[in-house]
């Protein structure tokens, strides 16, 4: 039996935040292998930094078949075995040369959706390999499709080769290749409903991202996110580390740096929650340092982060709650990281003693109430290695770690 191989391809999304683009890599559940009792193989990620180079990507793979997936693609279960495996086995790969979002845009033709898509490149090397851009002149063959959609009016159930060609113009992604397969006597097919709820994509702005994220079944209804300094004592750390660890705890994690935020070059948030880390990225890159109460406001009710706030809104309003907050403490600290300091966000337990084993500079490391927060799987009792761990890489890698919870 002659084995075919499929390619997992994964598209850089240049506008995902950065801590929903770790949580996709985090939730991509996917190992390469081989089915020898089906004949095929599944191999990659093979990664593309950028739409434009899909094209040459996919012509350097010596593969039969390439499963497309922009960042940003959250999958419910399994890649391999609850998505690429049932089609495997229903013989859709073999009967189909494009399987994808197909939208149906009248006079723009149709468009294969680049969030993802499954293409035999065989088949498609075989009609002249065209690319996936727009286009602003074509002519392609004409196309029935089925009277109804999966939702809106231009997302059909099924699409077929007609007879005939036409002329279109400012054609959209995608438009060449379904054309030219069509044409050639390929099958091409939508993702059909099973598929379809099999994943979820968050798209491209970042209200957008947000709410998708938010709304979804990825995200726990124990996490929560802290638009108040939660520490009644005003903690600060007293050194000057180059690098800042701390769990993303938004206007507290920044207090606890007030006094030395200018030698700071590298900062990484560790949370196991989705809505602090995304809260935390908003605040230090997208809040144009004018009315806190209106970014805290607007992330509850147009981002969809009201469900995991910590504040008591039922009984009280924005400003009732949050009206007494001095932002000007916050501010330059807020500046400077902005023009200054490299910040990466991490799904993840902060407490993972790898993360100190790697520690090979002055750092102060912020752990709030970690060890003791009643929604995590942290023992309380490993406190006291956790910290011995500290003392531990401080004599031999000679660096100050200072530590604050």
């Not at 790969?93 to 979002?101: A, C, M, Q, R, V």
Request: a negative charge.
């Amino acid at each position: 039996m002659s084995q075919n191989k499929l390619t997992v391809v994964i598209v850089k999304n240049k506008t995902l935040l950065s801590s929903i683009r770790d949580y996709f890599y985090q939730r991509l559940y996917f190992e390469p292998g081989m089915d020898y009792e089906l004949g095929w193989r599944v191999d990659g990620p093979v990664y593309c930094e950028d739409e434009e180079d899909l094209h040459t990507v996919l012509k350097q793979l010596k593969s039969n078949f390439a499963m497309v997936i922009q960042e940003g693609n959250f999958f419910y279960e399994h890649l391999h075995n609850n998505f690429i495996l049932p089609l495997i086995k229903s013989g859709d790969l073999d009967k189909y040369s494009l399987i994808g979002h197909i939208l149906d845009r009248k006079e723009r033709y149709y468009q294969l959706h680049k969030q993802c898509f499954i293409i035999n490149l065989d088949h498609w090397n075989k009609v002249g390999a065209p690319d996936f851009n727009s286009s602003e002149h074509q002519t392609f063959i004409d196309v029935r499709r089925s009277e109804s959609n999966f939702h809106d009016d231009y997302t059909p159930h099924w699409i077929e080769a007609d007879n005939g060609m036409n002329d279109y113009k400012k054609c959209k992604t995608g438009a060449k290749v379904i054309g030219a397969l069509l044409k050639e006597k390929f099958k091409v097919r939508p993702f059909n409903q099973y598929e379809r709820i099999l994943k979820t994509f968050v798209y491209y702005f970042k209200e957008e991202q947000v709410s998708h994220l938010l709304t979804s079944s990825y995200v726990t209804d124990n996490s929560y996110y802290y638009p108040k300094a939660t520490s009644k004592k005003n903690k600060k750390f007293k050194k000057n580390p180059e690098q800042f660890i701390s769990v993303a705890n938004g206007l507290q994690s920044l207090q606890t740096i007030s006094n030395c935020y200018e030698s700071i070059k590298e900062i990484s948030f560790y949370d196991i929650s989705m809505p602090a880390l995304i809260f935390t990225e908003l605040l230090l890159n997208h809040y144009h340092f004018d009315d806190y109460v209106e970014f805290v406001k607007e992330f509850d009710t147009k981002y969809n982060g009201e469900k995991f706030t910590t504040l008591p809104i039922h009984n009280n309003t924005y400003q009732d709650l949050l009206g007494d907050i001095d932002m000007s403490e916050y501010i330059p600290i807020i500046k400077h990281i902005k023009d200054n300091v490299k910040v990466n966000y991490y799904v993840g337990d902060i407490t993972r003693t790898s993360i100190i084993e790697n520690l090979d500079k002055p750092t102060a490391i912020y752990i709030s109430n970690s060890f003791h927060y009643s929604h995590s799987l942290i023992r309380k009792s490993e406190l006291d290695y956790y910290e011995s761990k500290i003392d531990q890489q401080c004599k031999i890698k000679y660096i100050n770690i200072e530590t604050m919870r």
